[in-house]
């Protein structure tokens, strides 16, 4: 395969490890854990897993000698840059152990392992793939790992190929059921331990143990490049406004980042819109009356940052669409023999009468959109929801309103920009690249140390490298019941953007001037080779949760 110069030199880049990991380790272990919440249940639900202690590695001057052992990787849903090195860090970890110690892939996400389908990961492969983005070293899959056929048909390939551990590379979804796969080889006495990793670029699987997901460094500086570069061209001809979204399934931590990196004059975050209990048009208004306040101001252009997620968090849109995924689940085949033409009638004929109002009054574009087929979890497939277009087109014609009312002078010329897939396979950053390799190598260590229902754990991230610190949570710990399809579930807590956190109140504290003003930041692209203080920085949010604690 050809590749680039940059390629080239990147492949010989030497992730930095955390002190505790460089030589011998030895495990410390805390003491007991409890769940987040919903103790008794959670306790009944994992006996086998629960109140297991967090493990922290530490440098150590005794020589162990651990047997060689089989480990499969899986990767599961959405790309994030890192993955490679989590694999590459697992397969050297395991090397260091033992040297005759294997790694099987299991291809194309927990697919790959219910239908047995495998690679024997060499080192001649992972050569191929260090510091690199993407996932395709195996591929992914968002394929749910959660029946007790799918973990016993796995079980059968495990056994086959001697595995003694499998390491799931997810986000919380992934994670959770990685740990109910923990708990059910735990219980069953299959001798096969399972271990996670944080995964997912939308930086929504975090809490007190896990500073970050992997990936989300990246993919922020990948976006924040790309809105440093459309600021510059809107402040270049003054004669647009941007409208941007960007991925984040639920949780607006991607808008929060890029917004800290690149000072937009609006980014919208999605809590806030619940919290402050605002509709569609509250938005909107905001929206225009900034447009409006800058076009006074002879400024008829701007940026606005959306995320993705955000249809789902305007409650009355989210009523809506939780009425449209019952709906469509139950009638799913038949509204799909319904021609496309009528396909909007036939929605707004059967929902109640408050939601066939609100889904009568989008525009055609966002109404098929919202009845597009769900994801394998059973959701609207945000990425698919032209929300840019969406404002942008209702901000036109509330200003034409306000026009008419003499309130607006300005001339308005939207462009519009959807930024996710771009950022998700993007070459990791060094902090990725460190992170990803650290998280796969502590993986390795906790392999060696026999646990099982862990996931890896790296913090202290807005240090150096050395002295980052490494080990692992109990999954059980980040655990709580809450209801997913009508059903009460165990799963972890999925972590939206608190209102009384540092980033979100430094990003408050500053939105008034940077709407009016136009003080815009370029970050230009991710520097790899250079000063560590252009090359190895982490993210805004991470530094100003760190200065917040
Ligand atoms: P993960 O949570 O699996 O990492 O994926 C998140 C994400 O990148 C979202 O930002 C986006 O909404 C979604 O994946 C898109 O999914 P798909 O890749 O299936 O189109």
Redesign the pocket.
Known sequence: MKKSALQIARASYQPKLPKALKGQVSIKEGTPTESVADQAEIKKLFPNTYGMPVISFEPSNESKNYPAVTAGVIL?????PGGHNVIAGLFDGLKAINKNSKLYGFLLGPAGLIEHNYIELTSDIIDEYRNTGGFDIIGSG?TKLETVEQFDKGLEIIKQLGIQALVII?????NTNACVLAEYYKKINAGVQVIGCP????G??KNEMIET?F?FDTACKVYSEVIGNIQRDCNSAKKYWHFIKL???SASH?ALECALQTQPNICIISEEVEEKNMSLDNVVTYIADIVAARAAEGNNFGTVLIP??LIEFIPAMKKLIAELNDFLAKNGNEFAMIKKSEQRNYIINHLSPENSAIYASLPEGVARQLSLDR?PHGNV????IETEKLLSEMVGKKLAEMKSEGKYTGKFAAQHHFF??EG?CAAPSNFDADYCYSLGYTASALIAEGKTGYMSSVRNTTKPAEEWIAGGVPVTMMMNMERRHGEMKPVIQKALVKLDDAPFKYFASQRETWAKNTCYVYPGPIQYFGPTEVCDQPTITLVLEAQGK
Not at 170 to 174: A, I, K, P, V
């Open positions: 599961s849903g959405g790309q994030a968002r997810g986000g919380d979804d992934s995964k997912t670029i939308d929504d699987l997901s990936g991925m984040g399934r991607i993705e997620g994801d497939q945000v990425s698919l996710g897939y998700r």
